[in-house]
T-cell receptor, first 110, second 114 residues
Framework: GQQVMQIPQYQHVQEGEDFTTYCNSS?????IQWYKQRPGGHPVFLIQ?????EVKKQKRLTFQFGEAKKNSSLHITATQTTDVGTYFC??????????FGTGTRLTVIP | KAGVTQTPRYLIKTRGQQVTLSCSPI?????VSWYQQTPGQGLQFLFE???????NKGNFPGRFSGRQFSNSRSEMNVSTLELGDSALYLC?????????????FGPGTRLTVL
């Protein structure tokens, strides 16, 4: 079956350092979405990438979709304590199902 | 627009009991998906409803069921609760016909089974 793996599973960074999480799918994805879940909260949509090689930026966050549309990355520049949370990637599985990756839990040390 | 709402927010049950959770999607959204989130298994898809029909189902036992009403509100039911059913149950709604579009999550119902 489809698998979406994220690495690393956990990441601790000093405030101000950069952070990157990688998402790898066993199958080609028509699109990929990224979500953020704060501790004690629920997943919140961040962005969707559709095109091969697409790069999108949201302030300090940079999202990339691989050329083969099987991998993606999220890079945060100069992390802040507000970036703390778990970041999930998600891709379509069939017509009516979104398959979530395993998530990367980010801790930012002030 | 009001967001996705879920009730109750917290629930404590004992083994063998059953539970019903409720989800009201964002107004105008017709697709509602349910997920189970546990520390060990992450976010796992339970099922998805659209226009009162279950369109897709995850790999969960038959004790987990759901339904959707004509106003798009959805309920999920878990019968004969087991300790392993303790989890955060999230519902999410989508604006389009395909639930693979952006999911808007509710705050979740945290179920504890004793």
């Amino acid at each position: 079956g489809q698998q979406v793996m994220q690495i690393p599973q956990y990441q601790h960074v000093q405030e101000g350092e950069d952070f990157t999480t990688y998402c790898n799918s066993s199958t080609t994805l028509s699109n990929i979405q990224w979500y953020k879940q704060r501790p004690g909260g629920h997943p919140v949509f961040l962005i969707q990438l559709v095109k091969s090689g697409e790069v999108k930026k949201q302030k300090r966050l940079t999202f990339q979709f691989g050329e083969a549309k099987k991998n993606s990355s999220l890079h945060i520049t100069a992390t802040q304590t507000t970036d703390v949370g778990t970041y999930f990637c998600a891709g379509p599985s069939g017509a009516n199902n979104l398959f979530f990756g395993t998530g990367t839990r980010l801790t930012v040390i002030p | 627009k009001a967001g996705v709402t879920q009730t109750p927010r917290y629930l404590i049950k004992t083994r063998g009991q059953q539970v019903t959770l409720s989800c009201s999607p964002i107004s105008g959204h017709r697709s509602v998906s349910w997920y189970q989130q546990t520390p060990g298994q992450g976010l796992q898809f339970l099922f998805e409803y659209f226009s009162e029909t279950q369109r897709n189902k995850g790999n969960f036992p038959g004790r987990f069921s759901g339904r959707q009403f004509s106003n798009s509100r959805s309920e999920m039911n878990v019968s004969t609760l087991e300790l392993g059913d303790s989890a955060l149950y999230l519902c999410a709604s989508s604006s389009r016909d395909r639930s693979t579009d952006t999911q808007y999550f509710g705050p979740g119902t945290r179920l504890t089974v004793l």
